[in-house]
């Protein structure tokens, strides 16, 4: 079955750029998404079809995917950008993958 | 306004057999490519995707819980229903149900999601 890893954690430090990756056999060819979640709350849609940013999301947010890696960067990150971070594919029209998530931790 | 809400039982006991409903509003379910789709979240663990029913009535599941689960519609009620047989406490998690299109590659609505908790 398709998997999409992510590393488990990242640290960034206030106002400087957070990159988190995304990695799948051929990922490039399919549309990457990314959500955000805070503890308690439900996933928030970031990022869609590689690089398009939902209304309401920050300038701050960009997405690329080639090859096997899709990446989220965060520019400038902010405390409030604290939060888990998951990659979602879809394996084929009729399934879709989740990435394990990576803990983005603003230090 | 778009929103989607889950709701069933808090608790189930093991072997039972689990039925969430996700009651939708702001669009139609019978909408053309409008597909809604179950996600789960064990405490702590990562998001797991586990069916998901297109307006066409198209269907489709986990390939490694298939045989436990079945998702079917109610457009009048605006309602999209799961059932998962032979309940374990793995199962133990947060179910969520996400609104999609098909051809779009991501969900841009999710409900709150639903605790459901199996005792050892």
């Known amino acids: 079955s398709y998997e999409l890893t992510q590393p488990p954690s990242v640290s960034v430090s206030p106002g400087q750029t957070a990159s988190i990756t995304c990695s799948g056999d051929k990922l490039g060819d399919k549309y990457a998404c990314w959500y955000q979640q805070k503890p308690g709350q439900s996933p928030l849609l970031v990022m869609y079809q590689d690089s398009k940013r939902p209304s309401g999301i920050s300038e701050r947010f960009s997405g690329s995917n080639s090859g096997n890696t899709a990446t989220l960067t965060i520019s400038g990150t902010q405390a409030m950008d604290e939060a888990d971070y998951y990659c979602q594919a879809w394996d084929s029209s009729t399934t879709v993958v989740f990435g394990g998530g990576t803990k983005l931790t603003v230090v | ?120």
């Open chain 2, 1 to 120: 306004q778009v929103t989607l809400k889950e709701s069933g039982p808090v608790l189930v006991k093991p072997t039972e057999t689990l039925t969430l409903t996700c009651t939708v509003s702001g669009f139609s379910l019978s909408n053309a490519r409008m597909g809604l789709s179950w996600i789960r979240q064990p405490p702590g663990k990562a998001l797991e995707w586990l069916a998901h029913i297109f307006s066409s009535d198209e269907k489709s599941y986990s390939t490694s819980l298939k045989s436990r689960l079945n998702i079917s519609k109610d457009t009048s009620k605006s309602q999209v229903v799961l059932t998962m047989t032979n309940m374990d406490p793995v199962d133990t998690a947060t179910y969520y149900c996400a609104r999609t299109t098909a051809g779009s590659g991501y969900y841009d609505y999710w409900g709150q999601g639903t605790l459901v908790t199996v005792p050892s």
